[in-house]
């Protein structure tokens, strides 16, 4: 066999090691792919079981110090007063602010039998005012605590309250209300992994405002790149991913994970958002992408030399 049948023959055989480091590149790099969403996947659903962990724990503390207020023997001295047809409701008007703040509650109102605010602890203007809603239900003894938008002298907060009823006789009940805040000091007691973060949004209005959106520090850099995230889960109501490119470079992509947050009657409160760092899998991308250049190349610049080398050897034979 001459050199040249030799190059013919051996040819195709280096091309053919360049196509199958390719495609080999290309199933690591789907395997890689495949892997990294996967562990995304867990490590997501173990920030989220936290989350509701850490809820669950808030809900059943506040329920408890709420269910001591309503059984206080002041409390229930109260009810039965307010009972009467001509009591004198400002007699109680600074009661919540005091109790709130042996109680460590944020916000705390006493509400009468009529839905009339006796006294509030976090809106002492507000007594007077009416809180129908809690009106639908006048035992609220086995009902656990729930996602409320509260209002405050200078704007709302998102909280999570419980309520109790206290008998004051002749079918007259008296209402407390009280909770705590979902904040960043809320986000604060979660452990995350590195490269996550957890953002909280309060859905307090129809379009997408900035300051709605808080991190464990209070301040979300970039808060604006968010905007088209909460449009879509006040649109859509259901869990979905989407990711945001801060820079030009792909390794500066975030993955997040985004889910509602709903009030006592599945109303749109908030939203979660679980962020991960795609920085990694980037790279481990460009490593394999690299790797297979390299094999690739190396096929190829190796091939055309042992063709010459079958030229050249049978003439010196």
Not at 83 to 89: F, G, I, L, T
Not at 129 to 156: C, M, N, Y
Not at 215 to 225: E, F, L, N, P
């Amino acid at each position: 066999m001459n050199g040249s049948q030799a190059r013919t023959k051996l040819l195709p055989v280096f091309l053919a090691a360049a196509l199958a480091s390719v495609s080999v590149a290309y199933g690591v790099s789907h395997y890689a792919i495949a892997a990294f969403e996967e562990m995304d996947a867990e490590r997501t659903d173990v920030i989220v079981a936290q989350f509701k962990k850490e809820f669950v724990q808030r809900e059943d503390e506040i329920a408890k110090l709420v269910q001591n207020i309503a059984d206080a023997s002041t409390t229930l001295g109260m009810a039965i007063d307010l009972a009467r047809s001509k009591a004198d409701q400002s007699l109680y008007a600074h009661d919540a602010i005091v109790v709130a703040q042996e109680r460590g509650l944020d916000f705390l109102d006493i509400v009468n039998w009529d839905g009339t605010v006796i006294s509030s602890a976090q809106y002492p203007t507000r007594a007077g005012q009416k809180e129908d809603w809690v009106l639908a239900t006048k035992d609220w003894r086995d009902s656990r605590a729930f996602l409320k938008i509260e209002e405050l002298p200078d704007g709302e907060a998102l909280s999570l309250i419980a309520v109790r009823s206290v008998s004051g006789g002749n079918d007259k009940h008296l209402y407390v209300i009280g909770g705590g805040r979902i904040d960043h000091n809320f986000l604060s007691l979660l452990l995350l992994p590195p490269g996550m973060q957890v953002l909280l949004y309060r859905a307090l209005e129809p379009t997408f405002v900035p300051t709605n959106l808080t991190d464990d520090t209070a301040v979300v850099a970039q808060a604006d790149r968010f905007a088209s995230l909460i449009e879509q889960i006040q649109k859509r109501r259901q869990p979905f991913v989407q990711t945001i490119d801060w820079t030009s470079d792909p390794s500066s992509a975030e993955a997040f994970h985004v889910m509602p947050l709903e009030g006592r009657n599945r109303e749109l409160l908030g939203a979660l958002l679980v962020g991960s760092s795609l920085k990694e899998l980037v790279l481990l991308k460009r490593r394999i992408v690299l790797i297979a250049a390299g094999v690739a190349a190396a096929a190829l610049l190796i091939g055309p030399l042992i063709s010459l080398s079958c030229i050249y050897y049978p003439r010196v034979r």
